[in-house]
């Protein structure tokens, strides 16, 4: 959990409270090599040294594994693939990360093999999408194209296990989500959400609301890195830094013009920048 992380909770919270919602904590854990429990605890501890509040989902890391995680809703993703499948909305790819690399796109769309092949990832047909419709938080539709970025897109990686984007939205729909706060560089993955879903027929995912946050960046310019250590709250932590330290710290990240103490000043801030 670093900074960028705490930013995005307290917008979340606070929009929450604003409108007498009840915040989720919903944790993604399918990437099974990267599944950590010290990982898993250390989003708990974090939210609670800084007292980010929530109201449904996992208490602890026990909690989560025993009633939370994604691998209790492995058969609504199932589902959803077989539909997919049925369909014929998906192919299988079989290139390699190399090939990928170097060609810029997938070359497997026209060439029939069975989805059954070992090693083979399904991508999302998408040479016909369309005009998409995204509702965000200031009560505007946007309608946009789906970026170039995310043709023909992955919904089960080459393990066997669905993919993020379609994972998020069973995720959401089946927790009753009905807004979702992301920083602006998630734009791309929110349109492949909406796109998706439209074509599953879950028509209930078009009425989510979304709220897209400016980014914190580094003293270099560029995007705070999700790995980036000197910024993770249990660094900060281990540094003698306070609760209000570190809320000040994410305030001179994002050039704020106040400094904040708490993440509700935090968020007051954020959402006053961003009006």
Request: hydrophobic share 40%; with cysteine.
């Amino acid at each position: 959990m670093h900074v960028g992380n705490i930013l995005s909770f307290s917008v979340t919270a606070a929009l929450a409270r604003k409108h007498d919602a009840k915040i989720l904590l919903r944790i993604d854990d399918l990437d099974r090599t990267r599944v950590n429990r010290e990982y898993l605890t250390d989003i708990f501890d974090t939210l609670r040294f800084l007292d980010i509040p929530w109201d449904e989902g996992p208490q602890d890391a026990d909690d989560f594994e025993s009633r939370f995680s994604q691998i209790h809703r492995m058969h609504l993703y199932n589902e959803a693939l077989e539909q997919l499948a049925a369909g014929g909305f998906v192919f299988a790819c079989t290139c390699s990360r190399k090939q990928l690399n170097e060609i810029g796109s997938c070359t497997c769309s026209d060439k029939q093999t069975p989805l059954s092949t070992p090693e083979a990832s399904w991508r999302l047909r998408t040479d016909n999408a369309g005009t998409l419709q995204m509702r965000i938080y200031n009560g505007t539709v946007i309608q946009a194209q789906l970026p170039a970025e995310m043709e023909n897109f992955v919904v089960r990686k080459k393990d066997g296990f669905p993919a993020y984007q379609l994972t998020s939205i069973i995720d959401d729909l089946f927790y009753g989500v009905d807004l979702i706060v992301r920083g602006d560089d998630l734009w791309a993955s929110t349109l492949a959400q909406i796109q998706l879903a439209t074509m599953m027929g879950k028509q209930a995912f078009n009425d989510i609301i979304f709220y897209h946050h400016p980014l914190l960046f580094e003293a270099n310019g560029k995007k705070l890195s999700k790995s980036a250590g000197s910024t993770s709250i249990k660094c900060l932590r281990q540094e003698g830094k306070s609760v209000t330290d570190v809320f000040r710290l994410i305030s001179d990240l994002f050039a704020l013009p106040e400094k904040a103490g708490n993440w509700q000043q935090l968020a007051a801030l954020i959402l006053f920048e961003s009006a």
